[in-house]
């Protein structure tokens, strides 16, 4: 009976896995700007899914979860990392990407955000859930929520002038 | 503009840039997540057995073998004009500071006086999340003023630091630091190959 379930298991996640890596994949790779760290994230956020499967099948956005838990580990990759030294220039280095639209304003403002905010905005905006659902997910009130939402498009909106154009063109 | 039409205007971009990597997919299968999830569970069931069967004799044993590596280390002041230097501190550490991967063979020597050992790759990147995690856990490394200050009596017996370069898109942008088992093969990228390094389908390194 174990094994049975142990295999329902492993059919139910594969179909989950299958249906939601490529959108994680795409949401974690515009917030982090990497392919392959984006890539490393959301197998590792995949692996702690599987690990602790019967909780996460059991939520109402599965996909958030795995987005949510790449974009801690980003944190915590980087905490571990940040005593690495970078060279000086390194940034001056002009690297063509094959997606100019990775490379706008918005997504470079969006990179720079406190880690809670990116979040938010991620969930929000990325993954389209409520303020609601946001909540449930980042275990925050939803006034919280609301706030760092606030908090984050004042950012994007005081760090992109080109808004005000954009608006004008609406 | 208000809240409304800058999350109107936020929403279009970002759309618009998830749209466009329609084309994308993860390389990792779902039996390659469900592999690593299973090793990484037996793993943490053998660590935690082992380390309460072994507590005692692991604090006898890590007194027994760093004993020995204290005492044949010796002071060290190494200052290779403004590429590196090696100090030896009072309290048993060593600082280290690095501006340049360079004269490899010299730092290691530098290092290996000093009580650190050390692997250095000047050349290549073989730094990887694993080995990066087990300095981290070892707490053999710490940030000190421009360097890093490093005590060799918390490197665990039977490894090594790694001094690797750090590339991204074919191009050297720095240098960091892992912890190596002693005598077990790299697995390092050049400058021009970095893109096969977290591929998936290349094999992971090992710490």
């Given at each position: 009976v174990r094994v049975a379930k142990v295999k329902q298991d492993q059919r139910e996640f594969t179909e989950f896995y299958e249906a939601a890596c490529d959108e994680c994949l795409r949401i974690v790779w515009l917030s982090c700007g990497s392919r392959q760290l984006a890539e490393d994230l959301v197998a590792e956020a995949f692996t702690r899914a599987w690990l602790c499967w019967p909780k996460v099948r059991g939520l109402d956005q599965p996909r958030a979860w795995v987005v949510r838990v790449a974009l801690n580990t980003h944190v915590s990759w980087w905490r571990r990392r940040r005593r690495e030294v970078a060279l000086d220039g390194h940034d001056t280095a002009a690297t063509t990407s094959p997606y100019p639209a990775l490379d706008t304003a918005v997504l470079a403002a969006l990179r720079r955000l406190p880690p809670r905010q990116r979040e938010v905005i991620t969930l929000r905006l990325l993954l389209d859930l409520d303020t609601a659902a946001t909540a449930r997910i980042l275990g925050l009130p939803a006034a919280t929520v609301a706030s760092h939402l606030r908090r984050g498009l004042a950012v994007l909106r005081r760090e992109i002038p080109s808004f005000d154009d954009q608006e004008l063109t609406r | 503009m208000n809240d409304d039409t800058t999350l109107s205007v936020v929403r279009d971009c970002l759309s618009q840039a998830r749209d466009c990597l329609r084309a994308e997919h993860m390389h990792t299968p779902a039996s390659a997540i469900i592999a690593g999830a299973r090793r990484r569970r037996v793993r943490r069931g053998l660590s935690a057995a082992a380390a309460c069967a072994t507590a005692g004799l692991a604090v006898i044993l890590a007194l027994a073998l760093a004993l020995p590596s204290a005492s044949q280390a010796r002071a060290v002041h190494v200052h290779l004009a403004a590429v590196w230097s090696v100090d030896s501190n009072s309290n048993g550490t060593v600082t280290i500071t690095v501006r340049q991967l360079t004269h490899a063979a010299q730092l290691e020597r530098a290092l290996a006086q000093a009580g650190v050992p050390a692997v250095v790759t000047p050349g290549e990147m073989c730094l990887s999340t694993q080995n990066q995690d087990a300095l981290f856990r070892s707490r053999a490394m710490r940030s000190g003023g421009p360097g890093v200050v490093v005590t060799p009596s918390a490197i665990p017996a039977g490894t090594k630091l790694l001094f690797s370069l750090i590339y991204s898109q074919g191009k050297v942008i720095g240098f960091g630091w892992g912890l190596v088992r002693t005598g077990a093969p790299l697995h390092c990228v050049s400058a021009k190959n970095d893109?096969?390094?977290?591929?998936?389908?290349s094999p992971k390194p090992q710490p």
């Open positions: - | 893109h096969l390094y977290y591929s998936s389908s």
